[in-house]
Structures are given as C-alpha cells and as structure tokens.
C-alpha cells in the first residue's frame, strides 16, 4: 500500500501559505493582547464566518457575519473583564495550508463579580489574502456563567 500525504509539487506553494495563515493569526492576536477592537477587526474579511461558543449571558458571544460587527464583539468583550488580570498560556499552534489552530488556557476576571476563572480555549482559524475568513472560538462556558453569578 502506497499512499502520499503531501504532493511533492504543491510543497512550495503549501509552505507559502502556512507562513501566511500564521503571520495573519500571529498578528489578529497580538491585536488581541492590545486589546485594539479597530485593529483586530483589520484583520477580518468584509465577509466572515464567525461563532463564538455562544451564551445568553455574553452579548459578545455568537454568529456574525460582518467585519463591521467585529469592533463591538471586542469592546464589549473587554469591558467585562479587569484589565491587566488575564493570563494565556499557549499550549499548541496548527497550521494545515490556510487554517490554523491554537489551543490555549486563558484566566481573566470579572469586574461585576471580581471572581476569576481559568479555561480551557481553542480557536479555529481560515486565513484567504492575509484575511481571516473563519473564525470559531469554543470555550468552557460553564465556567464563565459559574465565575460571571457568583
């Protein structure tokens, strides 16, 4: 039995694109570190598939299809959380031609509550022209539900 993973022929063009998929997520999430709505939707189509692990207690969370809803995701995102109390650990970073996954474990704390949590994240990326195109964050949200009431 003979099989290939990799067509020899594509390889170049293949590692061209993984480097570009992973400037583009390495730079969506240092927009994310600075915690720059504007700057963070810069790197997002006109025209995106986007769902975070969705909550009736987070307005952030959820479908959007516009890069033009993505500045509010954020800004609404962060005004929940005291700033400077976050902690990421990375634990992978995947890269396959123009998607990419990180997982990582994330710690933040409400400012309603002043309760922390730590979590389990994961997001899947789809990068076309330096663009992220898909965007799927699944979270533990229990967790937060549990930290945000108590």
């Known amino acids: ?50 769902y975070i692990f969705e909550s009736k207690e987070f307005p952030w969370t959820g479908k959007r299809t516009k890069r033009a809803e993505i500045p509010e995701v954020f800004k609404l995102l962060f005004s929940y959380f005291v700033d400077g109390k976050e902690s990421i650990e990375p634990e992978s970073f995947l890269v396959d031609g123009n998607e990419a996954a990180v997982f990582l474990t994330l710690g933040r704390q409400f400012k309603s509550s002043g309760k922390s949590f730590t979590m389990l994240v994961a997001l899947h990326f789809k990068v076309e022209n330096e663009l992220i195109t898909k965007f799927y964050l699944y979270e533990q949200t229990p967790i937060l539900e549990k930290a945000f009431r108590n």
Not at 29 to 48: H, T
């Open 1 to 50: 039995m003979a099989f290939s993973i990799l067509n020899a022929q594509s390889l170049p063009e293949n590692i061209k694109q993984e480097a570009e998929t992973k400037k583009t997520v390495e730079t969506f999430l240092k927009f994310l570190d600075d915690k720059d709505p504007d700057k963070i939707a810069s790197m997002i189509a006109e025209n995106v598939d986007w």
